[in-house]
Nanobody, 123 residues
């Protein structure tokens, strides 16, 4: 069992930065692939970024590639999403997800999900 709690969301101006954090409980955290998703009002949830359990491989949606960076610290049971050069279209609730394999996380089929944190980017 893994519980995920996101933090770090807020209001930022376009061009600014935010760092989201996802704190995971459970001794087996380091064996899970992790990912970030987002859902804007009236839209479907979409994949943002994912990272393998070792942290050695990362995946990004084209819309955030070059602006967002996913990382993890297994000893601290933490996953991060550094978001730079934010745009108004990045406004959404951001969710952290965990899964046995990175491909299932990327597909949106992660086993565990957090409650989300709101990110609002003003123009």
């Amino acid at each position: 069992q893994v519980q995920l709690v996101e933090s770090g969301g807020g209001l930022v101006q376009a061009g600014g930065s935010l760092r989201l954090s996802c704190a995971a409980s459970g001794r087996t955290f380091s064996s899970y692939a992790m990912g970030w998703f987002r859902q804007a009002p009236g839209k479907d949830r979409e994949f943002v970024a994912a990272i393998t359990w070792t942290g050695g491989t990362t995946f990004y949606a084209d819309s955030v590639k070059g602006r967002f960076t996913i990382s993890r610290h297994n000893a601290k049971n933490m996953v991060y999403l550094q978001m730079d050069s934010l745009k108004p279209e990045d406004t959404a609730v951001y969710y952290c997800a965990a899964g046995d394999r990175v491909r299932t996380v990327v597909a949106g089929s992660g086993t565990y999900w957090g409650q989300g944190t709101q990110v609002t980017v003003s123009s």
